[in-house]
């Protein structure tokens, strides 16, 4: 038999896949990409240390539109985790069609993580994943209904684990005597859509943006993020990395409308202008609105307020950047004005969350334990 196993490298799926090798199953894994989340590399690593074949599949734009309008509404932040839980196995469902394997399984343990774990939501997720009794979760199996191996007798639901609830102790435990797991993986923190620092960037965009794009989520973790009204976003550099995270922003061609704003006579922060009121990616011969004008001007003044002062008032002719937009690129002599003071960063999401507010991203945590019935 060969069974596809939804992989990230941690503990959970770990044990599913070594559960699954020990009953003399074929397991290929499964690790998903997302917008907000990329654990592919661990996972190989942990891949090849338990010998398994790894696919890596990357979700695109329909990620984006599942996160705009979930079916199954979202957790304490703006974590779809039942829809995204779903889109998952409905890429696994592919795989194991596409390479002739006889079933599913993940490491889900019922009752582990609150908004995705529940009895109730692991039994709509299986509905609506389209697996029927073609999805197993092993270390979980004795608790939950028996799936169509476990009926023909394909699989010993006696081999199967009951473990439940939240937790890792027993589960490491496990790992190191069942299989011999001498480095257990640490708890991840998960999805950046769980965390309280991240979230009001996501709410955002999704507030502003009947339908983001994936380039709209590739600008959220820049720099500082400031909204000017609801047609237009600064966002300003804080470090130098993140200028050069605009520069590759604006020069992409799937981009949202937008100008670059960069410093010319002065070493500054960068400032990407987003707004329906930029020109098109291929406009070479550029129109500057009123309304333009005005959003250049105030993010201008945005990109002088996280800048030191002692750098561009150091220039006799005053601050001046390069404004870049369509194809074409023009120089910008840059004002301060006092009332972009006023204008509020909408979160800083490079803090750690809070783990009593994070809990479907981190749903290892040790302060309970893991039973098995």
């Known amino acids: 038999m060969k069974a596809i196993v939804l992989f990230s490298g941690g503990l959970d799926s770990i044990l599913a896949a070594c559960l699954l090798k020990k009953e003399g199953i074929e397991v290929v894994g499964l690790n998903m990409i997302t917008p907000f989340h990329d654990c592919s590399q661990a996972a190989q690593k942990r891949a090849d240390e338990i010998g398994i074949e790894l696919v890596v599949r990357t979700f695109g734009e329909e990620y984006m539109q599942m996160l705009a309008h979930p079916k199954w509404g979202y957790g304490s932040n703006v974590n779809p985790c039942i829809d995204c839980r779903t889109l998952m196995l409905r890429v696994a469902k592919e795989l194991m069609e596409e390479i002739g394997a006889d079933f599913v399984a993940t490491g889900e343990?019922?009752?582990?993580?609150?908004?995705?774990?529940?009895?109730?939501?692991?039994?709509?997720?299986t509905r609506e994943s389209g697996l029927g009794g073609k999805l197993l979760r092993p270390l979980s199996a004795r608790v939950l209904p028996k799936t169509e191996m476990e009926i023909e007798g394909t699989i010993d639901r006696e081999h199967m684990r009951a473990f439940s609830?939240?937790?890792?102790?027993?589960?490491?435990?496990?790992?190191?005597q069942e299989f011999g797991v001498k480095s257990i993986p640490q708890p991840s923190s998960g999805c950046v859509l769980c965390e309280n620092s991240f979230a009001p960037r996501v709410r955002d965009m999704l507030k502003h943006k009947e339908q983001p794009t994936l380039w709209d989520a590739q600008a959220l973790p820049c720099g500082r993020r400031l909204r000017l009204d609801e047609n237009a976003y600064v966002v300003v550099a804080r470090r130098a990395e993140d200028c050069d995270r605009l520069d590759e922003l604006f020069a992409s061609p799937k981009r949202s409308r937008c100008v670059l704003i960069f410093p010319k006579n002065y070493n500054g922060a960068s400032a990407l202008l987003v707004t329906d009121e930029a020109p098109d990616?291929?406009?070479?011969?550029?129109?500057?609105?009123?309304?333009?004008e005005r959003y250049v001007e105030t993010a201008g003044a945005l990109a002088l307020r996280f800048s030191n002062p002692a750098r561009y008032n150091a220039s006799p002719e005053g601050p001046v950047a390069t404004l870049f937009w369509g194809k074409t690129s023009r120089p910008l002599a840059l004002h301060e004005d006092p009332a972009v003071e006023s204008i509020p960063i909408i979160a800083e999401p490079n803090r750690p969350p809070k783990k009593e507010n994070a809990s479907e991203s981190n749903s290892e945590s040790e302060s309970e334990g893991a039973t098995e019935s």
Not at 165 to 176: H, N
């Open 165 to 176: 609830g939240r937790g890792r102790v027993k589960l490491a435990g496990y790992a190191r």
């Open 109 to 125: 343990i019922a009752g582990q993580r609150p908004n995705s774990q529940k009895i109730h939501q692991l039994t709509l997720i």
């Open 281 to 292: 990616f291929d406009d070479e011969t550029p129109t500057m609105t009123e309304q333009l």
